[in-house]
């Protein structure tokens, strides 16, 4: 394997490791700041994955790429160990240091990295991830979602050049995922390294990634934006209950007259409940997600329905998507694209083709980020 030379590229991954039973042979090129998902089921490669990145595979070979920085190159014997390896690495559980405070594991995490690698301080994740004032206590006095939010920023105290996370929410109950996400989101648009996240959520992935890498039986069987990803019929992310569309859009203030919220992007305009105590000012960019059990189709306008998003599409695909249903993939504007999911009868009925136009009824709309 040889290094690739595009510059865009922000962390190269071209890696075999052979294991009885199971072989990793993946070939990634990941952007060089956002948040990347490794996506799939359990046992297709993606903690194998970050701990080849992390040089905790010995026997892996290939090609690691950092930001212009080669961290493995076996053909020309290049392998930086771990100590050098110049990245944060939080786990599934935080693995505080019991004996020392919030603030004794953060500086642990700082004073591990060489004076002359420091590109922050011990303390820049405090504010990051909002755990200022837990610096004088200890891990037994933290809920769940603080040590995950400690163990986050000892791995930002590292200045680190890329940040792997290893499904940081699978150990922590619902409330304390809804505690820990703001925060995971407020890290993803401040830090300006990449990050690589693994999960088994399409909910996370929806919320938190900008690119995806979707991973089976050690291979890498699709990798790119998140918004093309989610709505290709050929991959399993357009299938089964949780399938849909991620829609980038803008807000463009509250209808004085409904109090909803209206956000406009490439294919028209959303009206949806307002439910923050404060309304975002106009033109905040957001995500949005619309699930694709939740699209209806018609060929005409509908008219006297509480529906209240209907837009004009095109069909642009039909597939099967189980035991009597179909799923149309639909397009709105230029660059914006739905799913809908409907019974095998409707199809016919309606007669559903590719190049066909039709409305789309949007029975729900969620705004993820």
Not at 184 to 205: A, F, G, K, M, N
Not at 211 to 235: F, I, N, S
Not at 311 to 320: K, N
């Amino acid at each position: 394997m040889t290094a690739r030379t595009d510059t865009a590229i922000g962390l190269q991954l071209q890696a075999r490791l052979d294991r009885p039973g199971f072989v990793l042979d993946v070939d990634m090129a990941l952007p060089g700041k956002g948040l990347t998902a490794l996506l799939g089921p359990s046992g297709s490669g993606k903690t194998t994955c970050l701990r080849v990145l992390a040089g905790l595979e010995p026997n892996a070979r290939g090609v690691i790429q950092v930001l212009g920085e080669a961290w493995q190159d076996s053909a020309r014997g290049v392998c930086l160990p771990v100590h050098r390896r110049p990245l944060g690495y939080v786990f599934q559980e935080a693995s505080l240091f019991d004996h020392l405070s919030v603030e004794g594991n953060i500086r642990f995490g700082f004073q591990r990295t060489p004076p002359a690698q420091r590109r922050h301080g011990w303390d820049h994740g405090l504010a990051l991830l909002g755990i200022g004032h837990l610096l004088q206590r200890m891990p037994h006095e933290l809920s769940g979602g603080e040590r995950q939010r400690v163990a986050m920023a000892r791995a930002l105290a590292t200045s680190p050049r890329v940040l792997l996370m290893d499904e940081p929410l699978a150990a922590l109950d619902a409330a304390r995922k809804a505690e820990i996400l703001p925060w995971l989101e407020q890290l993803h648009e401040r830090l300006d390294i990449p990050v690589v996240y693994v999960t088994h959520s399409t909910d996370e992935v929806a919320r938190l990634a900008d690119h995806v890498v979707l991973l089976e039986q050690g291979r890498v069987l699709a990798q790119g934006p998140v918004l093309e990803l989610m709505t290709r019929a050929d991959l399993p992310l357009a299938h089964g209950d949780s399938a849909g569309a991620l829609v980038e859009a803008v807000t463009c203030g509250l209808q004085s007259d409904s109090d909803l919220c209206e956000l406009r992007f490439d294919g028209g305009t959303l009206l949806l409940p307002q439910t923050r105590a404060t309304p975002l000012p106009e033109r905040t960019p957001v995500r949005v997600r619309i699930q694709a059990r939740d699209v209806s189709l018609s060929l005409v306008m509908p008219e006297q329905t509480s529906v209240l998003n209907c837009l004009p599409a095109t069909v642009a695909d039909v597939s099967e998507d189980g035991p009597g249903q179909v799923l149309v993939g639909l397009r709105l504007g230029q660059d914006t694209r739905l799913l809908s999911r409907i019974s095998r009868l409707s199809c016919e009925r309606l007669g559903i083709a590719s190049g066909l136009p039709v409305y789309a009824q949007i029975k729900g709309v969620a705004m993820v980020r």
